[in-house]
């Protein structure tokens, strides 16, 4: 594992070059190097914190489907092998949606809606799984299919969104670090809000993860507002006092507070 696209040996010089150059253009010449300075600027920002929440709100559900899914293909009145391969399906469907919404969703350069889509599909399967009556398993394990199409595409999403959006390569680093080890703190949550005796409905636990996934709906529109008002404010500030990228190396240090630099929505 090579620590920059530098010292790459398995790349042409050509292909260093254009690599190189090509971070560069996505970082709006921003620092690279290590300064203590860089881990508090990701610290003190209220918007690597939003992005914590975000993917917490998303996280939880993603846990609980290891809670919950044996016990609805027990009620299918399968078991051993076939019981095994009924619970597939789920990751098979998400897996594909992962890979469909990371591919329109880099095209397209947007973030926030394919978030806030998911987790509406997301919703929709948890609330089918809510209101399911005892006694329709079918139907329980249709909505965890629709769940798992919500829940596992905002993932990707999420993470590129976060890193994305943190300016300069230290605090990007603390901002994915922030983001993952502290949202995965939701798994603990998941363990208990479906408890044994709450089964088959889990309706605690369901209940809970819409919730979840209605507070990263919230954070989600929160951020695209955000964003798109930063944007709109940095635009201005260049026309008023013509900045261009010409200028860029004055800003180096001041990550995504870089008037050059630009959100994505």
Known sequence: MYDYPSTATFLTPDEREFVIERLKHDSTDLATHYDRKFVFQALKDWKCWMMVFVYMGILIPVYAFSLFIPTIINELGYKASTAQLLSTPPYIAGCFFTVLVGIYSDKLKLRGPFVLGCATVAIAGYSVLYATPQGHPGVSYAGTVIAACGT?????????????????????????????????????????????KDAPRFHIGHGTVIGCLLLAVVLTCAAMVTYSRLNKQKEEQCRREGIDHSQAPKFREMADASPLFRYTI
Do not use: E, H, Q
Not at 156 to 172: E, I, M, Q, S
Not at 174 to 195: D, K, P
């Open 152 to 196: 596992f595409p905002s993932i990707a999403v999420v993470l590129a969104w976060a890193g994305g959006n943190a300016g300069g390569d230290v605090k990007r680093g603390v901002a994915l670090a922030m983001t993952i080890g502290i949202a995965n703190l939701g798994g603990v949550c998941s363990s208990f809000i479906y408890r044994t």
